[in-house]
């Protein structure tokens, strides 16, 4: 029964950071794709990054790159989403989310994962 956690999220001034950790268990790490998404709201859920716990491979959304840095720990099966230099623009709820041995080639389609984590809260003030 695989179960993932999120946590990390807060109220931050723009041009500051946040560390947001998901926390997985009830399945091998290394045979899962995990993703990052987010959701504002009135709008859709969109993925913001996407790393390989199996090869380390990294994908980002155009939008976060050079701001935001995806990495994982085997030993704690926890993969963070580091957020440097916020904007009020990435203000939204983040959810994680694994998929079995896909890779991030289609990290950005909600239908390839099959388990979520219940998503924490990210408020950048400007």
């Known amino acids: 029964d695989v179960q993932l956690v999120e946590s990390g999220g807060g109220l931050v001034q723009a041009g500051g950071s946040l560390r947001l950790s998901c926390t997985g268990s009830?399945?091998?790490?290394?045979?899962?794709?995990v993703g990052w998404f987010r959701q504002a709201p009135g709008k859709e859920r969109e993925a913001v990054s996407c790393?390989?716990?199996?090869?380390?491979?990294?994908a980002y959304v155009d939008s976060v790159k050079g701001r935001f840095a995806i990495s994982s720990d085997t030993a704690t099966k926890t993969v963070y989403l580091q957020m440097n230099s916020l904007k009020p623009e990435d203000t939204a709820i983040y959810y994680c989310?694994?998929?079995?041995?896909?890779?991030?080639?289609?990290?950005?389609?909600?239908?390839?994962?099959?388990?979520w984590g219940q998503g924490t809260q990210v408020t950048v003030s400007s």
């Open positions: 989310a694994a998929t079995y041995g896909v890779g991030c080639a289609f990290y950005s389609e909600r239908t390839f994962y099959n388990h």
């Open positions: 009830g399945f091998t790490f290394g045979d899962y794709t």
């Open positions: 790393i390989s716990t199996e090869d380390g491979e990294t």
